[in-house]
């Protein structure tokens, strides 16, 4: 679980912008929070991976 929190701390802090989070709040994150977080971030690289997808074949004039 170390490795984990570690883990979201280093991409909590990226992703704090404004500086805004309490990097203490994130042992509270349950399994359910981090699976939610997992499948978000799964979708992303899904929407990733169509748009890449969709641009290689409108590159190569395919309809």
Known sequence: MRRN??????????LDID???DVSNIVSLT???LQSLGA????????L???IAKYE???HGEP
Do not use: C, H, P
């Open 5 to 14: 929190y570690a883990f979201i701390e280093g991409m909590s802090s990226v």
């Open 19 to 21: 500086a805004t989070l």
């Open 31 to 33: 399994r359910t929070d």
């Open 40 to 47: 978000d971030w799964k979708m992303v690289g899904q929407d």
């Open 49 to 51: 991976l169509d748009a």
């Open 57 to 59: 074949k409108n590159l």
